[in-house]
């Protein structure tokens, strides 16, 4: 769940936006200038209005798109990239709509080659600026001093996300509520009667207002906190941690309604968008595929005597069952559709434990990308007993069958892969599962991609 910011006059980092833009706009000159500089042939007669306009083709930008991307805390490294394209996009589209409106000259290679090397820097200059960004705030700089309104399974879901990354820079001061319960873990900093006090006396920038069974009266004393202390206030609705597709701010007349936008996966043009790059990548794979499987075939063989893949049944897209490959990594035996491989299996080679703990072992799915049952990326196939089981215990189980099931996704890469001997661990696959099919971008695709080559490189404790 990100949280979704708007600007406002907050106090804290009031200049990093302002910086943020300026470093865009010296991006954009020192790139506008390298391409004049290397183009081949005369430089334009018109070439200071060129660059005037260069900058006033940034402003729409600005306003529009990288004005709300640099100011969110909470936001995904792949929306920062997407943002930057788009920022790129809309740049170029203003430029060359300005030069042609005053009837100056640009030549098209001159025009190509500058935005063309600008959808390099313009994307690696955003996310390099955020990752110093974040590093800063890990360290205590550039702080919003959050307390939350509410004592609930919403607000320590709320408590979970903010918490999940320190460089988003939240601090949470603690809690306001008239009833705390025994077990509760946080810091309870007294009643919604203490908040007034309490914020006056403290450096407070955000208050996030979750769903309680308090009156609209508490609601309405609490805006009006944040609005005599100059504090951003955020109301949290009740919403299930199994609904985390992104809902968009809407009103009839003057009432705020929020409406699910559809699921970016049920457009077709973003599964022939993912279906091309699955064939891309798994063709490009397999032409070297040889190089990998005669040894990892030969040690197989060497280890154990049968088969050299191993063939399983899992549930894939809409339910249907297909056969998952896998490089064999135990001894043949009647319990491989039933058990899950634990640390220390007794069934699994020397061979298998070295393919496992590499995640070598999943290289022959690539074949199941290729034919159609897998793709790259998705919620990762589970083995027809569990599918059984599962959505009989967990709600919504079964959405994570509305898109192709992957080699990796995003809750293997968050750490939940492997085994799940206790329930709570599956409806954490679940639920980041479901939010991957809620969220999918094709830039999301491929930073998991990276973080799963990451982790396969620094090793990772569950995979076994």
């Not at 600005?62 to 805390?73: A, E, F, G, M, P």
């Not at 399974?153 to 988003?168: H, K, V, Y």
């Not at 968008?273 to 397999?286: G, H, P, T, Y």
């Not at 959505?391 to 939940?416: C, F």
């Amino acid at each position: 769940m990100a949280i979704q910011e708007v600007p406002s006059k907050s106090r804290y980092g009031k200049y990093t936006q302002s910086i943020l833009n300026f470093i865009d706009l010296l991006v954009i000159n020192i790139f506008f200038g390298l391409t004049l500089c290397t183009v081949p042939g005369p430089t334009p007669c018109n070439t200071r209005e060129m660059w005037l306009l260069l900058n006033l083709a940034y402003l729409p930008c600005c306003l529009w798109i990288s004005r709300n991307t640099h100011y969110r805390r909470a936001i995904l490294m792949d929306h920062v990239i997407r943002q930057s394209v788009a920022t790129v996009c809309m740049h170029a589209l203003f430029f060359l709509a300005l030069i042609s409106f005053l009837r100056l000259e640009i030549r098209p290679r001159t025009a190509l080659t500058f935005y063309a090397s600008l959808l390099v820097a313009l994307p690696l200059t955003w996310a390099t600026t955020r990752f110093i960004i974040k590093l800063l705030r890990r360290r205590g700089f550039n702080t919003s001093s959050v307390v939350i309104v509410g004592i609930n399974p919403t607000s320590e879901r709320l408590l979970q996300e903010i918490e999940s990354d320190p460089g988003f820079g939240y601090k949470v001061k603690g809690f306001f509520d008239d009833i705390c319960p025994d077990d509760f873990k946080g810091r309870h900093l007294g009643t919604i009667n203490d908040l007034d006090n309490y914020v006056k006396e403290n450096t407070i920038h955000q208050i996030f207002y979750t769903y309680t069974a308090n009156t609209n009266d508490d609601l309405s004393k609490a805006v009006k906190i944040a609005d005599d202390n100059i504090c951003d206030f955020y109301y949290v609705p009740r919403i299930t941690r199994f609904v985390n597709r992104p809902f968009t701010l809407n009103t009839i007349g003057s009432v705020p309604v929020l409406s699910a936008r559809p699921n970016p996966l049920a457009k077709q043009i973003n599964r022939l968008l993912k279906r091309s790059f699955d064939l891309a990548v798994s063709s490009a794979f397999l032409l070297f595929y040889p190089l990998i499987y005669i040894p990892v075939a030969i040690a197989i063989k060497i280890s154990s005597p049968g088969p050299v893949y191993f063939k399983q049944e899992r549930t894939g897209y809409r339910g249907n069952s297909f056969y998952c490959y896998k490089f064999r990594t135990m001894k043949v035996n009647a319990s491989a559709d039933n058990c899950q491989a634990t640390r220390h299996d007794p069934r699994k080679t020397r061979v298998g434990d070295f393919l496992r703990k590499t995640s070598l072992d999943e290289l022959p799915q690539f074949i199941n990308v290729w034919k159609g049952d897998m793709s790259i990326v998705g919620p990762r196939p589970h083995m027809l007993k569990h599918t059984k089981e599962y959505s009989e215990l967990i709600d919504r189980y079964m959405v994570r069958h509305m898109v192709k099931p992957g080699i990796t996704g995003w809750a293997q890469v968050n750490g939940y892969r492997g085994l799940t001997d206790e329930l709570w661990k599956m409806e954490r696959r679940v639920e980041f599962d479901t939010w991957y099919i809620e969220n999918w971008t094709f830039f999301l695709d491929l930073k998991i991609m990276v973080r799963t080559v990451i982790n396969a490189i620094k090793g990772e404790s569950n995979a076994f």
